[in-house]
């Protein structure tokens, strides 16, 4: 059975830093595309970043610049590093997993995944 745990969210000010991690069991997605998305309140779940096969990324513009998606395959274990947090990155954060790697448009699709986590608050204040 596939699971996928983030941590790492919290409350933070404005311009201020947070990590989260989304560690995952059951399969290994060294070659597959996993990524992240959010959701604030009152709004859709949006698409944050992902990591593809051979490390390729993909950020959302208003992320662009001020986060950093990463893995470690040996600990099958994502990243979302997020600097200059503002408070419109208020959300709660998801990971998501794919069977297979993603292509262009493919990417940014929340129905595109096949796994999610629970998700994990980050809050930002002003």
């Known amino acids: 059975q596939v699971q996928l745990v983030e941590s790492g969210g919290g409350l933070v000010q404005a311009g201020g830093s947070l990590r989260l991690s989304c560690a995952a069991s059951?399969?290994?997605?060294?070659?597959?595309?996993m990524g992240w998305f959010r959701q604030a309140p009152g709004k859709e779940r949006e698409f944050v970043a992902v990591?593809?096969?051979?490390?390729?990324?993909y950020y959302a513009d208003s992320v662009k610049g001020r986060f950093t998606i990463s893995r470690d395959n040996g600990k099958n274990t994502m990243y979302l590093q997020m600097n200059s947090l503002k408070p419109e990155d208020t959300a709660v954060y998801y990971c998501?997993?794919?069977?297979?790697?993603?292509?262009?448009?493919?990417?940014?699709?929340?129905?595109?995944?096949?796994?999610w986590g629970q998700g994990t608050q980050v809050t930002v204040s002003s």
């Open positions: 059951g399969r290994t997605f060294s070659s597959d595309a």
């Open positions: 998501a997993a794919r069977n297979t790697d993603c292509i262009g448009s493919s990417c940014f699709r929340r129905y595109n995944y096949n796994y």
């Open positions: 990591i593809r096969r051979g490390a390729y990324t």
